[in-house]
Antibody, heavy 120, light 108 residues
Framework: EVQLVESGGGLGKPGGSLRLSCAAS????????MNWVRQAPGKGLEWVSS????????YYADSVKGRFTISRDNAKNSLYLQMNSLRAEDTAVYYC?????????????WGQGTLVTVSS | EIVLTQSPGTLSLSPGERVTLSCRAS???????LAWYQQKPGQAPRLLIY???SRATGIPDRFSGSGSGTDFTLTISRLEPEDFAVYYC?????????FGGGTKVEIK
């Protein structure tokens, strides 16, 4: 069974840092691009970042560029999102999702999400 | 950036009805690189349609997608109780990947 399990969410302070992780199982992780998508409370979906299967190609939304860093460890079947210089507007549920078609793709499946709250 | 506009924002319908959801793009979505997702409260989104009209694995055939260029449609032929949810479209032509604002299908 394909499974994505996010962790690392919680309360972060403005200007602070958090690191999210996504553990993948049930598929050949190293052959798929991976993504982070977030959803602010009561709002719609916002793409955050994508990374190719090898890690060679990386894309970010303008809203997080320069503050967030996506990475992956194919040996550990894991995806990460290092979040620095946190802002209140980063408060959201963060989902990891598999890219099916390549680094620019639709998403399937999705993890259950991890909540990040940025507040002093 | 390709902006996706979904309409209407909310639909109030009864089980058994047919529903048509719209997703309009600010630029042409080449090769019909458009997907649809369903999201229920407290759950992650679930892929319904990719390539504008291809159903994802396990998706019932009452769900269908159509369209090209800038105008796309998701149709549910006959609403089941489990279909009341929020629906999002997403383009994957190029970065930044973008989603529409969503359409909520609620019980009338």
């Amino acid at each position: 069974e394909v499974q994505l399990v996010e962790s690392g969410g919680g309360l972060g302070k403005p200007g602070g840092s958090l690191r999210l992780s996504c553990a993948a199982s049930g598929f050949t992780f190293s052959t798929y691009s991976m993504n982070w998508v977030r959803q602010a409370p009561g709002k719609g979906l916002e793409w955050v970042s994508s990374i190719s299967s090898s890690g060679s190609y990386i894309y970010y939304a303008d809203s997080v560029k320069g503050r967030f860093t996506i990475s992956r460890d194919n040996a550990k079947n894991s995806l990460y999102l290092q979040m620095n210089s946190l802002r209140a507007e980063d408060t959201a549920v963060y989902y990891c999702a598999t890219g099916v078609r390549g680094v620019i793709s639709w998403f399937d499946p999705w993890g259950q999400g991890t909540l990040v709250t940025v507040s002093s | 950036e390709i902006v996706l506009t979904q309409s209407p924002g909310t639909l109030s319908l009864s089980p058994g009805e047919r529903v048509t959801l719209s997703c309009r793009a600010s630029q042409s979505v080449s090769s019909s690189y458009l997907a649809w997702y369903q999201q229920k409260p407290g759950q992650a989104p679930r892929l319904l349609i990719y390539g504008a009209s291809s159903r994802a694995t396990g998706i019932p055939d009452r769900f269908s997608g159509s369209g090209s260029g800038t105008d796309f449609t998701l149709t549910i032929s006959r609403l089941e109780p489990e279909d009341f949810a929020v629906y999002y479209c997403q383009q994957y032509v190029r970065s930044p990947l973008t989603f529409g604002g969503g359409t909520k299908v609620e019980i009338k």
